[in-house]
């Protein structure tokens, strides 16, 4: 469904991003398609830090508890933040032969590659140093959880503040605001 979203021949969502200001009708600008790339990109860090994570293991002050384990039958939940942290950056660094993020910010004369590579490897690492199951790491591993939050949050920060500074873009409300 989501391939078929995207597709040509399908939703064509590529089209109405890549045509943003120029015929889209979802982006009445490129900077509007741009922004909500961007601020999907943090949003889907912040997920994961307070949703995936921070909850299940009652650092939201919650009870702990294994039911809001994203995955958690399948045990793939480690996995999956991790598909997702790689997800992000190939949004930022482009993949194969195409263009990412980082070439839109360097148009800009900034760079935050480095910071950008070393905040998401370490988020990564932090990710997998809580081990699986996740069920059972938010029971047994909270301090691994806590320290993947706390470094995640440095890689939404980067993306949050710097990278939409540099490219002077708005901050969207997340799906979970006002909850």
């Known amino acids: 469904l989501l391939v078929e979203a995207w597709s040509p021949t399908g939703g064509n969502y590529q089209s ?8 889209s009708e979802a982006f009445m600008s490129l900077q509007e398609g741009v ?26 002050g919650g009870p702990m508890s294994d039911e809001g384990v994203e ?3 399948s045990g793939r939940s480690i996995v999956d933040i991790t598909d997702t942290l790689v997800g992000i950056s190939a949004v930022y660094e482009g993949v194969g032969e195409g263009l990412g ?3 839109l910010i360097a148009a800009q004369g900034k760079d ?20 699986d199951p ?4 938010v029971f047994e591993r909270v301090d691994a959880v806590q320290n993947a939050v706390d470094v995640l949050a440095e890689l939404q920060r980067l993306i949050q ?17 006002g909850d």
Do not use: C, Y
């Not at 935050?112 to 988020?123: I, M, N, P, Y």
């Not at 996740?134 to 790491?137: F, H, Q, Y």
């Open 35 to 60: 922004a909500k790339v961007v601020n999907r990109m943090w949003q889907h860090v912040e997920k994961i830090r307070e949703i995936e994570l921070g909850k299940p293991a009652g650092l939201d």
């Open 112 to 131: 935050f590659d480095v910071e950008f590579r070393t905040r998401l490897d370490a988020g990564v690492d932090a990710v997998e140093a809580i081990g």
């Open 16 to 23: 109405q991003l890549v045509d943003a200001g120029a015929g």
């Open 134 to 137: 996740l069920t059972t790491a």
């Open 161 to 177: 503040v710097d990278i939409m500074g540099a490219l002077s873009l708005s901050l969207s409300f997340n799906d979970s605001d």
């Open 101 to 103: 993020l980082r070439d």
């Open 71 to 73: 995955s958690r039958f």
